[in-house]
């Protein structure tokens, strides 16, 4: 048996719900994040997969921005963490309310 | 023998992402993170892609990684979360909702027009028009000629990360002294730490003041 492409594309997938559902149901901002950073992940792979499936170096170029942009987000992300942690302490995705009608 | 590289390492990239969804404490998940990591590093020297195995273990595990964990104890929110829902009916749903995108993915993903027609397996990737050497070369190559300009603005990307987040870190209205934003902006996101905590444990003296 050999691996093909799809192999890859479907564990991809698999990685890219994982991070999804988790995201979504974690509630600590910093889980949240590496969820996001498993989605991209996932994303990479199948960047790499197609790469090698049509045969083309440029699918692996493109990795290299995604890395830019996820190493952009994580810093600016984490800036933001810290600077509300600042604020308030213990603070979880549900506790982040500043702007919600009628806070407490 | 690739079979078997395959399967353990997609294993333990699944075992690495629901550790990470599934860890009470964030320094586990960032470690279960490393795992996935490390696995996605293997694929990449699985499918020809050396040089991004090398950038995805030093880029994400020894550097975004390491930055997630210095947050994490710089907080202090390495301790135990509770995993109750709290709002009702939201875990269910988002699983139900990840199943049919796990279903939708899949279903494209397994489409022949979607993968194309397979490669050869023992043909190289080649790049570009030039018949170059290693797989450096060849990214090297596209990289500087065809993505020349979305290269140059990826370092206006990264200067613009770098100084939004030493303005998120700095309190505001604290007058830029001794080792303030100014230094730390010029030696980069990785001197961002030790700038990041002195001002942190200021932080924290004023609120437990007030």
């Not at chain 1, 963490?81 to 604020?87: D, E, G, L, P, S």
């Not at chain 2, 969804?21 to 795992?35: C, D, E, F, G, Y």
């Not at chain 2, 043909?123 to 000629?145: C, Q, S």
Request: hydrophobic share 55%; net charge negative.
């Amino acid at each position: 048996m050999t691996i093909t492409s799809t192999y890859y594309l479907v564990l991809a997938a698999a990685i890219f719900t994982i991070g999804a559902v988790g995201l979504l149901i974690r509630r600590n901002v910093i889980v949240m994040f590496m969820c996001v950073e498993l989605m991209l992940n996932a994303v990479n792979l199948t960047f790499v997969s197609f790469a090698r499936e049509l045969n083309d170096v440029r699918g692996q170029v493109l990795v290299f921005f995604t890395l830019v942009v996820a190493a952009a987000e994580v810093a600016v992300g984490l800036g933001i963490i810290v600077a509300i942690f600042r604020r308030r302490r213990g603070a979880t995705a549900d506790d982040l309310d500043l702007l919600r009608d009628g806070a407490p | 023998m690739t079979e078997v590289i395959f399967f353990v390492a997609a294993a333990l990239a699944l075992a690495g992402a629901l550790g990470v969804v599934l860890m009470r404490n964030p320094v586990h998940s960032a470690l279960w993170l490393v795992v996935t990591l490390v696995s996605v590093a293997i694929f990449f020297l699985q499918e020809q892609a050396e040089l991004l195995a090398a950038v995805q273990i030093i880029v994400y595990a020894g550097a975004i990684v390491v930055l997630f964990l210095f947050v994490i104890m710089l907080l202090g929110v390495d301790r135990e979360e509770s995993l109750g829902d709290p709002i009702p009916f939201q875990r269910p749903a988002a699983i139900a909702l990840g199943l049919i995108l796990l279903t939708e993915v899949i279903f494209l993903a397994g489409h022949q027009w979607a993968t194309g027609k397979p490669a050869d397996a023992l043909h190289t990737i080649r790049g570009g028009a030039a018949d170059l050497g290693g797989n450096v070369e060849r990214v090297a190559r596209v990289l500087f000629t065809d993505f020349l300009w979305p290269f140059e603005i990826t370092a206006a990307l990264l200067v613009i990360a770098v100084v939004g987040s030493v303005v998120l870190a700095r309190r505001s209205g604290q007058p830029p002294e001794g080792h303030g934003g100014e230094e730390s902006e010029a030696g980069g996101a990785s001197d961002r730490e030790p700038g990041i905590s002195a001002r942190s444990e200021r932080a924290d003296s004023e609120v437990t003041d007030s």
